[in-house]
Nanobody
Framework: QVQLSESGGGLVQAGGSLRLSCAASGRTFSSYAVGWFRQAPGKEREVVATISRGGGATYYADSVKGRFTISRDNAKNTVNLQMNSLKPEDTAVYYC?????????????????WGQGTQVTVSS
């Protein structure tokens, strides 16, 4: 079992950058595929970016390709999401999530563990 905790959210102007971090408990974090998801007010939760256990494979939603970068440091039990060129439509609560058995998360129903979320607000 793994517990996930997000940090790094906040308020930023359009065009700015934020770096989100997901810290995980447990000694087997490297065995989990991890992803970032987001949910804007009145909208369904959606996949943003995901990364495989070893970090060799990644998946990005079309809306964030070229602007967001996901990375992980298994020695530190962390997964980061670097968000550049932020837009007002990126405003949402961002969640970290993990799956113990998949090589790469690609859909909303695949994670088994979720963090509490961190708010990202992009002003115009």
């Amino acid at each position: 079992q793994v517990q996930l905790s997000e940090s790094g959210g906040g308020l930023v102007q359009a065009g700015g950058s934020l770096r989100l971090s997901c810290a995980a408990s447990g000694r087997t974090f490297s065995s989990y595929a991890v992803g970032w998801f987001r949910q804007a007010p009145g909208k369904e939760r959606e996949v943003v970016a995901t990364i495989s256990r070893g970090g060799g494979a990644t998946y990005y939603a079309d809306s964030v390709k070229g602007r967001f970068t996901i990375s992980r440091d298994n020695a530190k039990n962390t997964v980061n999401l670097q968000m550049n060129s932020l837009k007002p439509e990126d405003t949402a609560v961002y969640y970290c999530a993990a799956n113990r058995y998949l090589g790469l998360i690609t859909t909303l129903d695949q994670p088994d563990y979720w963090g509490q979320g961190t708010q990202v607000t992009v002003s115009s």
